[in-house]
């Protein structure tokens, strides 16, 4: 079942992947707000933008201020891999930089059904943040 609709989405992916691309081009282009730390894109092209994270300090209260104004978004990396139950020999470790990226992450909305008006939104939201 899952191969019968996937072999029908491949038809589309091309022209999925370059409507993520505008919403990250938005993104990237009209988010100015100081306290975050946007991705760094050197090849447009090797990215498909499956996720759109960013960074902040601030980052527990932008979600739930975000939330709180209807724009769902999620943490993707809330644990750092040398503190997972699957490393467990690595637990004890510290890696400060991982640490603190995985303390600051956070997804925002990133879908090519997205509309112009909810990427303003967003954009608008964070900007006052």
């Not at 209807?70 to 997972?84: A, C, E, L, M, R």
């Amino acid at each position: 079942l899952q191969a019968a609709v996937l072999t029908i989405k491949l038809k589309y992916l091309d022209g999925d992947l370059a409507l993520r691309k505008q919403v990250a081009k938005y993104y990237m282009g009209h988010i100015t707000n100081p306290k975050i730390i946007l991705p760094i894109v050197n090849d447009w092209d090797a990215h498909v933008f499956h996720l759109f994270p960013i960074r902040t300090k601030s980052r527990d209260e932008l979600q739930k201020y975000l939330s709180d104004n209807g724009v769902q978004t999620i943490i993707h990396y809330p644990i750092p891999p040398h503190k997972q139950a699957c490393y467990k020999e690595w637990n004890h470790l510290s890696f400060p930089i991982t640490e603190q990226i995985h303390s600051e992450e956070l997804s925002l909305p990133m879908s090519p059904v997205l509309t112009q008006a909810e990427i303003e939104m967003v954009v608008k939201l964070i900007n006052a943040f």
